[in-house]
């Protein structure tokens, strides 16, 4: 009952996710097959990455060879990247957040202008568009000024900063689309690995990332992209955990029962300018004493822990911060939380007011799957976008249901790869052949 309750509050949320996703599924497919499919002269260049360092696969090299050199490739990508990561956690530890701002900040910036100008000048060259020099140069410079300004900056509206991240996720999946056959679908294996270890498993990098970000009431040093903008956030700092407002019943007056009973009533009825001012405020457990005076009331400000923040997508271990709620009790026994329907309601606003948020990597993976996908068949094509997002819908309700981090990419990578092979091993040649011997069924 709760559970059904709280995935139709959060269907939206869901929705809200899907939708970018599929948007630069579709765009990254629409690249690769037209810019970057086989016959093409830009797809005949093999790019040199962190992803294929080891091996450069060649069409004459046998399957073992291919084989052992995407491993060999990917388990490199890998510890690069767990590397990199514990590196960036070192530096949060030491609270070197200025230096992983601009890092980010010249990252995106050098994505925008190396990667999006090499696209760019694919598009051209394979439509024949006729543009000079200067106007390109032009174009490219404000594409990348104004891109990387909309992605860090707080004051523009949220669906400039989500179109400017699509793009980000286009541009490094179509990059990373134009890997080798066996080291695409190698790396995103291994990825899809390490994805689950470094946020579920004691001591992952990512965990200990979100762990130290949540201690210090600070947003993560990433790029995440955010179904909406979060409600009572304070400025620079992650969001504020839920309000909630404890009266006691014994030893009060009749105006502070009846007090007591309107604090409760506005938690359950009231307007919600109210409510989001209460949010936005430091959080008080209100305990009233036994000897208290006749309109005196004993304020005793209780500061809690905050929850654990996802490092990919939601926001919170809401059981664990109940539990903490449920320990702030004081001597008199009239003092309680809300419980059944009212900590429902509570974990429903709680959902509400905060949008669930999925990392770029996702955006990144996701779109690299379909894109290779896309130049071998477009039947592929299909059966690993309807895979994918399975997986996701599925990731998605764990995180509600579990309210804790989840990795966004292991269902949706195994999924898109089983799908991969089936639909070209099995569907394709069967559909095929139906069809060429003019079968209908």
């Not at 690769?32 to 797809?43: E, G, I, M, W």
């Not at 514990?86 to 992983?100: E, G, M, Q, S």
């Not at 100008?117 to 568009?129: K, P, V």
């Not at 009212?342 to 996702?362: F, P, S, T, V, Y």
Request: proline share 3%; charged share 15%.
């Amino acid at each position: 009952m709760e559970g059904g309750s709280i995935l139709e509050t959060i269907g939206h949320e869901i929705i809200g996710v899907m939708s970018p996703v599929s948007i630069c599924m579709l765009l990254v497919v629409l690249l690769v097959y037209t810019v970057y499919n086989p016959s093409s002269a830009a797809a005949t260049t093999t790019i040199r990455t962190a992803a294929n360092l080891v091996y450069l696969e060649s069409p004459s090299d046998s399957t073992a060879q291919k084989l052992e050199g995407a491993i060999l490739n990917a388990v490199v990508f890998v510890v690069i990247i767990t590397l990199v990561t514990f590196l960036l956690v070192l530096l949060y530890y030491y609270r070197f957040t200025n230096f992983l701002i601009y890092y980010t900040r010249f990252s995106v910036f050098m994505i925008f202008s190396v990667m999006g100008s090499s696209i760019l000048i694919s598009i051209i060259q394979r439509f024949d568009i006729p543009v000079d020099a200067v106007t390109f140069s032009v174009m490219l410079f404000n594409f990348t000024v104004l891109g990387t300004i909309s992605v860090f900056s707080n004051g523009i509206p949220i669906i400039v900063k989500q179109s400017n991240l699509v793009v980000l996720g286009i541009i490094v999946a179509a990059w990373f689309s134009r890997l080798p056959e066996w080291t695409t679908w190698v790396v995103l294996v291994a990825l899809a690995l390490y994805d689950l270890a470094a946020v579920l498993a004691p001591g992952g990098p990512l965990k200990l990332l979100v762990e130290l970000a949540s201690s210090r009431n600070e947003e993560l040093p990433a790029l995440v992209y955010e179904s909406r903008p979060n409600v009572g956030r304070n400025s620079g700092a992650r969001d504020s955990s839920l309000g909630l407002l404890v009266a006691a019943g014994l030893g009060m007056s009749g105006d502070n029962n009846s007090g007591s009973v309107e604090l409760q009533q506005l938690w359950r009825d009231g307007n919600t300018d109210n409510r989001t001012e209460t949010r936005e405020r430091d959080h008080f457990a209100i305990a009233v004493g036994e000897n208290e005076r006749t309109n005196g009331v004993e304020i005793e400000e209780v500061r809690e822990d905050e929850g654990e923040t996802a490092p990919l997508m939601g926001d919170g271990d809401l059981t664990e911060r109940w539990s903490r709620r449920d320990n702030v009790d004081n001597s008199s026994d009239g003092n309680r939380v809300p419980q059944g329907n009212e900590r429902e309601a509570m974990e429903m606003e709680e959902m509400n007011a905060r949008g669930i948020k999925l990392g770029m990597g996702d955006f990144i993976f996701y779109s690299v799957l379909v894109g290779r996908a896309a130049m071998y068949d477009l039947m592929t094509v299909y059966a690993c976008y309807l895979a994918i997002i399975s997986g996701l819908g599925c990731t998605l309700i764990l995180l509600a249901v579990c309210r804790h981090a989840l990795p966004a990419l292991p269902i949706s990578i195994a999924l898109g790869v089983i799908f991969y092979f089936l639909t070209r091993l099995l569907m394709e040649p069967f559909l095929v052949g139906a069809s060429t011997n003019l079968m209908m069924f």
